[in-house]
């Protein structure tokens, strides 16, 4: 965390089950007539996949004009580009962006080569090469339950599984030969991921800190993979579901958020953007929408 003089906040969010959601993971627990609006935020093979809603949304454009916003996840780059996210401007992007869980720093737009090399330089020192996680997969891993194995980036590997199929302590003890050998694994949904434990988005986010210069940093995720983001930030939030929400993880300075499924990816914005306007003095009605007023977007220039 910085301890420059700067007031501007730094925004460190995961998308997928924390900012934005699938069909399967909306968890919309109403009447089909009280649902909210939706607003599509993800195409692929020419198909709706990710939606927030349309609330969400105007609190998203509110808050990226009062801060430096980064989208912060374990997709790939490919992956990460299929998302657009509404913002302040038509047509805005991050300046800066974390993809496969902190192995690429997008800066506008365009991974930061340097970042990329001095990452796989310290996971060569750290941990066991990928071709050994990706060996133990194959032996361990049985088709009747594993969908797909994918390797991402030539970071990290990941299964996509039929998890009521899984066998019982599996996972635990996949956890438990990984973390010998400087891997960590963490059971998302249907996919399991193994990634190497110096691989983070903390790390990422720091050094987006340091090139910034923000005062405070705000952050959000709701797996294990996220854990570090959070406990890194002074201010951060979690779902009521999750990964972490399953494990009762919590710590100081994270705040466990009563809603699960996008109702959470809303009520997370709210509440992060509670903390900006107190931060700058701004009253809890300044800038709701997607126009902003005045002094918000003097604090989003300055």
Not at 9 to 23: A, E, F, M, N, Q
Not at 41 to 61: C, F, I, K, N, Q
Not at 227 to 246: I, M, N, Q, V
Request: proline share 6%; with cysteine; charged share 20%.
């Amino acid at each position: 965390m910085s301890g420059s003089g700067s007031t501007r906040h730094l925004v460190g969010c995961d998308l997928d089950r924390t900012l934005i959601y699938s069909s399967r993971a909306l968890a919309l627990r109403v009447p089909d007539e009280d649902a909210p609006r939706l607003l599509v935020v993800e195409v692929h093979r020419g198909e709706p996949l990710s939606y927030m809603t349309e609330d969400a949304a105007r609190l998203l454009a509110t808050l990226i004009a009062v801060t430096d916003f980064v989208p912060a996840t374990t997709r790939t780059v490919a992956q990460y580009r299929r998302i657009h996210l509404p913002g302040p401007v038509p047509d805005w992007t991050p300046r800066h962006a974390i993809c496969a869980n902190g192995g690429h720093l997008l800066v506008d737009g365009e991974p930061d080569q340097d970042w990329h090399a001095q990452v796989r330089a310290t996971l060569a020192q750290q941990c066991a090469p990928l071709d050994e996680i990706v060996h133990r997969l194959a032996l361990t891993a049985d088709p009747e339950w594993t969908r797909k194995r994918r390797v991402a980036e030539n970071l990290f590997a990941y299964l996509v599984v039929d998890r009521p199929s899984l066998p019982p302590g599996w996972v635990e003890e996949l956890s438990g030969w990984a973390a010998e050998r400087g891997w960590g694994v963490s059971l998302q949904g249907r996919k399991v991921y193994l990634v190497p434990e110096p691989l983070t988005k903390s790390a990422a986010l720091a050094e987006v800190e340091r090139r910034t210069g923000a005062a405070t940093v705000l952050a959000a995720g709701d797996s294990l993979l996220d854990a570090e983001l959070l406990l890194a930030a002074d201010a951060a939030f979690r779902p009521g579901h999750g990964e972490l929400a399953d494990t009762g993880w919590t710590a100081p300075g994270v705040t466990v958020l009563a809603e699960t499924g996008v109702a959470a990816g809303e009520e997370l914005l709210r509440r992060m953007l509670a903390v900006v306007r107190a931060g700058l003095g701004l009253g809890a009605g300044v800038g709701v929408g997607v126009e902003v007023s005045g002094a918000v977007r003097r604090a989003a220039a300055g």
